[in-house]
């Protein structure tokens, strides 16, 4: 069965230092991938995502990911954090099969950013 | 433009009772998906629809369902409630259900 792993429940970085949260997927093709951020009591906002191409991908709020499919990781970076930044972030893949474009959550990574 | 809004934002039931909620997806978005997020957890897919058919059903008892409307609007529905319900449910629309954009979300409370 498909599966998303966040292997950092919480994370805790000083404002202006560098970030990466790690995502591993099991799935035996290349998937779709998506990072998402969640404000407390708030939906998901679209961090970015990947189908296919150049395995570096940019997205918003100077955040960026990387693909490596030998690894079957997605990794979330970004070179300076913002108080802002804190949040959970959710890591997402969509199988590609017919008909369906069903979503595959890992279980967060919670940020906290120490002024 | 519009993001996708969901109503009630809250909603407190008792155990047994039924429940509706609400999804108004982004213009021009035909599918619609929802998922249910309880507390420390990541999303999980509950029902998608496209073009008004069901195009796919996570693993949630028949005391789910939901329908989609001529308007692309879309409710959900649960009955005989559980404790367990609790949580924040996620309606996300999309053109063609392959990047999805979530609402706010409803936050059922099952006492």
């Known amino acids: 069965a498909q599966s998303v792993t966040q292997p950092d429940i919480h994370i805790t970085v000083s404002e202006g230092a560098s970030l990466e949260l790690r995502c591993n997927y099991s799935y035996g093709a290349t998937p779709y991938l998506f990072w998402y951020v969640q404000s407390p009591g708030q939906g998901l906002q679209l961090l970015l995502k990947y189908f296919s191409g150049d395995t570096l991908v940019q997205g918003i709020k100077g955040f960026e990911a990387e693909f490596k499919r030998s690894q079957s990781s997605f990794n979330l970076r970004k070179p300076s954090v913002h108080w802002s930044d804190a949040a959970e972030y959710f890591c997402a893949v969509v199988p590609i099969t017919s008909g369906t474009y069903k979503y595959i959550f890992g279980t967060g990574t919670r940020l906290k950013v120490l002024a | 433009d519009a993001g996708v809004t969901q109503s009630p934002t809250h909603l407190i039931k008792t155990r047994g009772q039924q429940v509706t909620l609400r999804c108004s997806p982004i213009s021009g978005h035909k599918s619609v998906s929802w998922y249910q997020q309880v507390l420390g957890q990541g999303p999980q897919f509950i029902f998608q629809?496209?073009?008004?058919?069901?195009?796919g059903r996570g693993n949630f008892p028949d005391r789910f369902s939901a329908r989609q409307f001529p308007n692309y609007s879309s409710e959900l529905n649960v009955n005989a409630l559980l404790l367990g319900d609790s949580a924040l449910y996620l309606c996300?629309?999309?053109?063609?259900?392959?990047?999805?954009?979530f609402g706010p979300g409803t936050r059922l409370t099952v006492l």
């Open positions: 629809y496209y073009e008004k058919e069901e195009r």
């Open positions: 996300a629309s999309s053109l063609v259900a392959d990047t999805q954009y």
